[in-house]
């Protein structure tokens, strides 16, 4: 699917309000606008959202700063089209990204063409509280990647999701939920997927990837589902906690982050297989304008360095063993923040990430962020700074300072 491809998808839904028995204009952050069909078979909401992101970051070392870098770029803008198909209980999502960050990635493994589909999943509720999910989506992993990109308490996901998430994939996901009280909700998913990350056309490489989650609500459920958005923006007037616990295993992966990072290739241009497992345990904190989020990641593989058929340690054409490598090891997130009046937002993070030095070449790293965002309109429109120091027991110490402003329509 290429821009003009995407571009005419959305001009055929802006047309085909004409033919609708009823067309809608949302509120601000609610969509552009609600469609529905004459018969009432089908409904469709369009929305779309931009971010735009200034950085500055410097080399910190005992002679202070130096080597300073300036970036501005939109990081984000997307389409988004939802809704229900023949009956309510058919809901489907289909999302879009047309910035460079979100479709780069041009392969061979995509038919090398731009990767413009983020979400393209139908959700279907067959029975009580059971829904199948068909389609590209994320996987139920850790809860800062499930939190949309547009929600986020600080200006971008920690270190600890960079390394360790699983992103999106395509396959078949079941979830459900029930209560165990009034007040108490048990929440599951099991996932079945290819393996591969998003809009792979080459078929399944390796074997394929299995997750399964489990959330535990014991004081009910969060405000407009606030256990999966950044900052306590409803202020929970009651305290409000959400536990999960996510296991992945993608059998014989051949890309050194499960479905995500490098491929890894032996001296004979074949795949390097191997099983990998990665564990998050995560909770979610809200209360009267206070709110906490921690989570623990951790990774491992059956055998973990790639090899060549002659059993000697795969390469690549650098000599560099690191991308030819899975990268094992664990990592500890913790962050939080206080709503105060008018929607202004202190904000803290401390993450930390400790990969196998052995195999990775990579070895520890802290990161401590300080933010502050002021809320206009909730996540709707806001505007976010925040400053980072990062420490690597491998590479130049960093200092970071972000500025970013978010609009939701």
């Given at each position: 699917?290429?821009?003009?491809?995407?571009?005419?998808?959305?001009?055929?839904?802006?047309?085909?309000?004409?033919?609708?028995?009823?067309?809608?204009?949302?509120?601000?952050?609610?969509?552009?606008?609600?469609?529905?069909?004459?018969?009432?078979?089908?409904?469709?909401n369009i929305s779309a959202r931009m971010q735009f992101l200034g950085t500055h970051q410097w080399d910190s070392n005992s002679d202070g700063l130096s080597n300073p870098e300036t970036s501005f770029l939109v990081r984000r803008a997307r389409l988004k089209?939802?809704?229900?198909?023949?009956?309510?209980?058919?809901?489907?999502?289909?999302?879009?990204?047309?910035?460079?960050?979100?479709?780069?990635?041009?392969?061979?493994?995509?038919?090398?063409?731009?990767?413009?589909?983020?979400?393209?999943?139908?959700?279907?509720?067959?029975?009580e509280n059971f829904e199948l999910w068909v389609g590209q989506t994320k996987l139920p992993g850790n809860r800062e990647r499930v939190i949309s990109s547009g929600n986020l308490q600080l200006v971008e996901r920690s270190l600890l999701n960079g390394h360790?998430?699983?992103?999106?994939?395509?396959?078949?996901?079941?979830?459900?939920?029930?209560?165990?009280?009034?007040?108490?909700?048990?929440?599951?998913?099991?996932?079945?997927?290819?393996?591969?990350?998003?809009?792979?056309?080459?078929?399944?490489?390796?074997?394929?990837?299995?997750?399964?989650?489990?959330e535990f609500l014991p004081f009910g459920y969060f405000k407009n589902d606030g256990d999966y958005k950044g900052s306590d923006l409803e202020k929970e007037q009651k305290p409000k906690l959400a536990i999960g616990g996510s296991y992945d295993f993608n059998?014989?992966?051949?890309?050194?982050?499960?479905?995500?990072?490098?491929?890894?290739?032996?001296?004979?241009?074949?795949?390097?297989?191997?099983?990998?497992?990665?564990?998050?345990?995560?909770?979610?904190?809200?209360?009267?304008?206070?709110?906490?989020?921690?989570?623990?990641?951790?990774?491992?593989?059956?055998?973990?360095?790639?090899?060549?058929?002659?059993?000697?340690?795969?390469?690549?054409?650098?000599?560099?063993?690191?991308?030819?490598?899975?990268?094992?090891?664990?990592?500890?997130?913790?962050?939080?923040?206080?709503?105060?009046?008018?929607?202004?937002?202190?904000?803290?993070?401390?993450?930390?990430?400790?990969?196998?030095?052995?195999?990775?070449?990579?070895?520890?790293?802290?990161?401590?962020?300080?933010?502050?965002?002021?809320?206009?309109?909730?996540?709707?429109?806001?505007?976010?700074?925040?400053?980072?120091?990062?420490?690597?027991?491998?590479?130049?110490?960093?200092?970071?300072?972000?500025?970013?402003?978010?609009?939701?329509?």
């Amino acid at each position: 699917m290429n821009l003009k491809t995407a571009l005419t998808i959305v001009s055929m839904s802006v047309l085909s309000y004409t033919y609708a028995q009823q067309t809608n204009a949302p509120k601000f952050g609610k969509g552009l606008f609600n469609l529905v069909g004459q018969d009432s078979t089908w409904a469709m909401n369009i929305s779309a959202r931009m971010q735009f992101l200034g950085t500055h970051q410097w080399d910190s070392n005992s002679d202070g700063l130096s080597n300073p870098e300036t970036s501005f770029l939109v990081r984000r803008a997307r389409l988004k089209f939802s809704g229900f198909a023949y009956s309510p209980k058919l809901k489907y999502k289909l999302e879009l990204g047309l910035t460079n960050r979100d479709i780069g990635g041009a392969s061979e493994f995509t038919n090398n063409a731009p990767r413009y589909i983020l979400d393209a999943v139908i959700k279907w509720n067959f029975h009580e509280n059971f829904e199948l999910w068909v389609g590209q989506t994320k996987l139920p992993g850790n809860r800062e990647r499930v939190i949309s990109s547009g929600n986020l308490q600080l200006v971008e996901r920690s270190l600890l999701n960079g390394h360790f998430n699983i992103d999106r994939d395509m396959g078949l996901q079941l979830r459900h939920h029930f209560k165990i009280s009034d007040n108490f909700i048990v929440r599951e998913a099991l996932s079945i997927a290819q393996g591969e990350g998003r809009n792979v056309t080459t078929g399944n490489l390796g074997g394929h990837q299995y997750t399964a989650r489990l959330e535990f609500l014991p004081f009910g459920y969060f405000k407009n589902d606030g256990d999966y958005k950044g900052s306590d923006l409803e202020k929970e007037q009651k305290p409000k906690l959400a536990i999960g616990g996510s296991y992945d295993f993608n059998n014989n992966a051949v890309k050194n982050k499960s479905n995500l990072g490098s491929y890894m290739i032996t001296n004979t241009g074949n795949f390097y297989k191997t099983d990998i497992s990665t564990i998050f345990i995560d909770a979610m904190f809200k209360y009267k304008g206070f709110s906490f989020m921690g989570e623990y990641a951790y990774r491992d593989a059956k055998d973990p360095i790639a090899k060549n058929n002659d059993g000697t340690l795969a390469s690549d054409e650098n000599g560099n063993l690191t991308n030819q490598a899975v990268q094992v090891g664990n990592g500890l997130n913790l962050q939080t923040g206080y709503l105060f009046s008018k929607n202004w937002e202190l904000s803290g993070r401390y993450t930390n990430i400790s990969l196998n030095k052995d195999i990775t070449d990579k070895g520890e790293e802290n990161q401590y962020t300080l933010g502050l965002s002021k809320y206009i309109s909730k996540h709707n429109l806001k505007v976010q700074t925040d400053v980072s120091y990062s420490q690597s027991e491998i590479n130049i110490n960093e200092l970071m300072y972000r500025l970013q402003v978010d609009i939701h329509f």
